[in-house]
């Protein structure tokens, strides 16, 4: 084998990635993917009877049925910002969180959003805000998305009221 014929294969392999490269090209101008994308929303009518498509929940027997060793499972979530010894992380420590107003404690810089909620940490209130912070307390400085499965948050809840001293 001579240099002529390796700098053909090195040439036949250049050119097939030039190949590559420009119908790649061409494919991105043709056909856009991204994470900007769109999703298509599909109205769907509710039906008679359903109450608009709002499922009602019975918070308090989906927490008076809780289970707390799932709960103290499920709050490793959100330990990592929140502690339940008394003391504040990222996030108010968590002890006796159930019935103190939302905002109140004084040692932990809340947002405006939080400060000015102006109503009570309930059961209700809490499996709400577990659900989706942001959308229950817009503004919040609150990141986390939320726990999608309402056991898990009944289950979290009585947790909560398990700790609080």
Known sequence: MNTMEITKFVGAICGSLLVFLLIHMAAGAIFHVGTDATSFVVPVEAAEGDGGGA????VAALVA???VAKGEAVFKKCAAC??????NAVGPHLNGVVGRPIGSLGDFTYSDAMKSHGDDWTPDNLFHFLANPKKFTPGTK???AGLPKDEDRANVIAYLEAHAQ
Do not use: G, L, P, R
């Not at 499922?55 to 019975?58: G, K, L, P, S």
């Open 65 to 67: 049925a809780a289970d």
């Open 142 to 144: 609150m990141s986390f």
């Open 82 to 87: 929140h502690k339940i010894d008394n003391t």
């Open 55 to 58: 499922e009602q929940v019975d």
